[in-house]
């Protein structure tokens, strides 16, 4: 088994990471109110802080365009900050379906995605995403997936994705690379244990091209996988 232990980074390393983040918003993204008030909300509304950066929710965006969905799965809404960049990607006629497991969390969510004006393009569905997905027959074939949920659950959602995407479906799975847990085969964290079980099924799916990224900024040093349908 790997051993690894975090590296004692230095604080200011952290500081540049944040000041990078915040001189790419400044440079190509400008300031967003909706975003803003979206993120204000979650934190009035008591939701945990571990939404997507800006630049990453830029991403997802340009990511959702470059595949020319039209149809949009997303499995983690928490607030609904994610899912506004990935409405907002929808070309005329898109549908996004959000899958979140808590009540209060979707109802923040759906006040977000109103005042943001995409309230209309998203079917927010509250439960278990496993029982959620397990319903999902018939449903048109999704274009794009993002999963940003339990990551002990991480293979599941992958395997479901495929099932309700087609070939050429794009998926992205957020992090995956956890400050380097992820090469910690003794640890007892379920969410290392369900992201190495990921790293594990993905290079044995014969269905699906991958790879991963490591990135640092807002959100500390952490990655994503990038896979697409066969």
């Known amino acids: 088994m790997t051993k690894f232990t975090r590296p004692p980074w230095?604080?200011?390393?952290?500081?540049?990471?944040?000041?990078?983040?915040?001189?790419?918003v400044d440079k190509l993204l400008g300031a967003d109110d909706a975003l803003a008030a979206t993120l204000a909300n979650n934190a009035a509304n008591g939701l945990p802080p571990i939404d997507v950066s800006a630049a990453q929710g830029k991403m997802l965006f340009l990511l959702a365009q470059t595949a020319g969905a039209k149809n949009i799965l997303e499995i983690g809404t928490l607030g609904g900050y994610s899912t506004i960049w990935l409405a907002r990607a929808l070309p005329e006629g898109g549908r996004l379906v959000t899958l979140e497991l808590e009540a209060h969390h979707a109802g923040v969510a759906r006040a977000n995605l109103e005042r943001a004006g995409v309230g209309g393009l998203v079917d927010i569905r509250v439960g278990p995403a496993s029982d959620t997905l397990a319903a999902m027959t018939g449903e048109t074939a999704f274009d794009f997936v993002f999963i940003d949920a339990d990551k002990q659950n991480n293979v599941h959602y992958v395997r479901e994705a495929i099932r309700l995407g087609r070939p050429g479906t794009t998926i992205v799975v957020d992090n995956v690379v956890r400050e380097g847990g992820v090469l910690d085969g003794d640890s007892g964290d379920e969410r290392i244990v369900g992201t190495r079980a990921l790293f594990d099924m993905l290079s044995a799916e014969p269905r699906l091209d991958a790879t991963a990224v490591q990135t640092v900024g807002a959100k500390k040093w952490d990655g994503f996988v990038l896979a697409r349908v066969r």
């Open 10 to 24: 230095p604080e200011v390393m952290g500081e540049g990471w944040q000041a990078v983040d915040n001189y790419i």
